[in-house]
């Protein structure tokens, strides 16, 4: 491994959030029109909304991902409006495919209801968090096939597994999940870096890298499951970060 490709390995992986969360807005948008005469649960249904995120990989070809939402009922009795995301390929497309559950089991008035123009945004929220995660995977360039990164830890089938039906340890742990776990929780924190940046140096790195952890709702939710040495990963992603942004 080359001096620069070891850098390259404790930096996050550089994905155009600005656009993602114009992208989760459209999403949200087109979502509520297509439900928009729906009370019932919406079960189990095909694609709902279909969407082509522009996305240059990282290795330089084009990894543009098709997203599409599509409703799920919901195991376990999840309330969230967003039950999980996964990144695959399908036969029909030549490109990456993020799929998204939306739950199928609340009622479609409420969904439609929190993503009215207005309404605080609380699906695009939930929709931009998922793309962040699987739209790391699809810029990573440690990843040269799309195929079905959570299937592997879960019971197989096509639905994506919930979080009490994957092997936990194996899946944080897996290096690209790392990865995309360490984008999440700078993505979490990315207001509070940005400010401390128009400050310049102001933290111990020590010190920085604690507040931050704290204040970041993936890390707190993911730590309990991670061995030694991807917590120490994470960290270090993080780590970069601030030197790169000229935190501490
Ligand atoms: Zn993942």
């Known amino acids: 491994m080359s001096v620069r490709s070891l850098i390259a390995e404790a930096r996050a992986i550089r994905i155009p959030l600005g ?24 079960g189990n249904t095909g694609a709902l909304v ?18 599409v939402l599509r409703a799920s009922p919901a195991r ?10 996964g990144l695959g390929k399908s036969p029909k497309v030549s490109g990456p495919v993020i799929v998204i559950d939306i739950n199928g089991s609340i009622p479609a008035s409420s ?18 968090n998922v793309l962040v995660h699987e739209l790391t995977h699809a810029a990573d360039p440690g990843l040269p096939l799309y195929k079905g990164r959570r299937s592997k830890y879960g019971k197989g089938g096509s639905s994506i597994p919930t979080e009490d039906e994957i092997d936990t340890k194996a899946y944080y742990n897996a290096p690209e999940e790392v990865r995309a776990f360490a984008r999440e929780v700078i993505n979490d924190v990315d207001h509070m870096i940005a400010k401390w940046g128009t400050v310049g140096k102001l933290w111990a790195p020590g010190k920085a890298l604690s507040i931050l952890l704290k204040n970041s709702a993936t890390w707190n939710r993911i730590e309990k499951y ?16 601030l030197r790169d942004r000229k935190v501490s």
């Open 111 to 128: 969904i439609w209801n929190a993503s009215q123009p207005g309404a605080g945004g609380a699906v695009a929220s939930r929709l931009y």
């Open 76 to 85: 376990g009795g999840s309330g969230d409006y967003v039950l999980g995301a």
């Open 19 to 42: 656009r993602i969360k114009k992208f989760a807005a459209s999403l949200e948008k087109a979502l509520h029109r297509k439900i928009s005469n729906q009370d019932k649960p919406l």
């Open 50 to 67: 279909t969407q082509k995120f522009p996305l240059k990989g990282a290795a330089g070809k084009s990894r543009d991902p098709i997203v």
């Open 226 to 241: 991670l061995t030694v040495k991807s917590r120490r990963k994470i960290i270090q992603i993080l780590s970069t970060e």
